[in-house]
């Protein structure tokens, strides 16, 4: 009859079996560290283009706004509020 030996494991074996278990499990946690860094960055830089998006749109509305204000109607209007008048004869032109 042979008696089937139970084999066990060295002190080295057993030191590199834990060692790799320890390296996997470090690996798997960085990896998820990572990923979840990586999550949240993209939370922000979405928010970030968000207000940028709200500042370009607000910037264009401030624009018009000038434009309005610059128009030669416009001038026209609030110089006939203040009693003044618009002659063209006094306008010069620089080239």
Do not use: P, W
């Amino acid at each position: 009859m042979k008696k089937n030996k139970k084999r066990f494991l060295s002190a080295f074996e057993s030191f590199i079996y834990k060692l790799c278990i320890l390296a996997i499990t470090c690996l798997i946690l960085g990896i998820v560290f990572f990923e979840t860094t990586l999550a949240q960055k993209n939370v922000e830089i979405q928010k970030l283009e968000h207000d940028v998006e709200k500042i370009k749109i607000r910037n264009e509305s401030l624009n018009m706004k000038i434009d309005e204000l610059i128009s030669l109607d416009n001038i026209k209007e609030i110089s006939n509020q203040y009693g003044l008048t618009y002659r063209s004869e006094n306008i010069k032109t620089i080239d």
